[in-house]
């Protein structure tokens, strides 16, 4: 089992900056390849980003390209997600998961544990 709690979430203005973090416990963290998601009211859960185990993958969906960065800290077990130049349509509930991938998948249905949500909220 692996329990993942998000945090970091907010209210921010358009072309403001947050920093998402997501802290892991209960199994090996540094097994895991780590994944961000998101999910809009009325939309599908969609990627954002992710990172292999050991860093040497990352992938990012092309609208967050330049503006968001993924990292992960294994020593202390946690992800990060820093989001610049933030727009009203990044406006979302913010999801990590991690999934036992060498790679990183960008289908949702591949990761396994997921934590419980952050909100971001981006007014124009």
């Known amino acids: 089992q692996v329990q993942l709690v998000e945090s970091g979430g907010g209210l921010v203005q358009a072309g403001g900056s947050l920093r998402l973090s997501c802290a892991a416990s209960?199994?090996?963290?540094?097994?895991?390849?780590m994944g961000w998601f998101r999910q809009a009211p009325g939309k599908e859960r969609e990627f954002v980003a992710g990172?292999?185990?050991?860093?040497?993958?990352?992938v990012y969906a092309d609208s967050v390209k330049g503006r968001f960065t993924v990292s992960r800290d294994n020593a202390k077990n946690t992800v990060y997600l820093q989001m610049n130049s933030l727009k009203p349509e990044d406006t979302a509930v913010y999801y990590c998961?991690?999934?036992?991938?060498?790679?990183?998948?960008?289908?949702?249905?591949?990761?396994?544990?997921w934590g419980q949500g952050t909100q971001v909220t981006v007014s124009s």
């Open positions: 990172i292999s185990r050991n860093g040497g993958s990352i």
């Open positions: 998961a991690a999934a036992w991938a060498r790679m990183v998948p960008t289908q949702h249905t591949a990761y396994i544990y």
């Open positions: 209960g199994r090996t963290f540094t097994t895991d390849t």
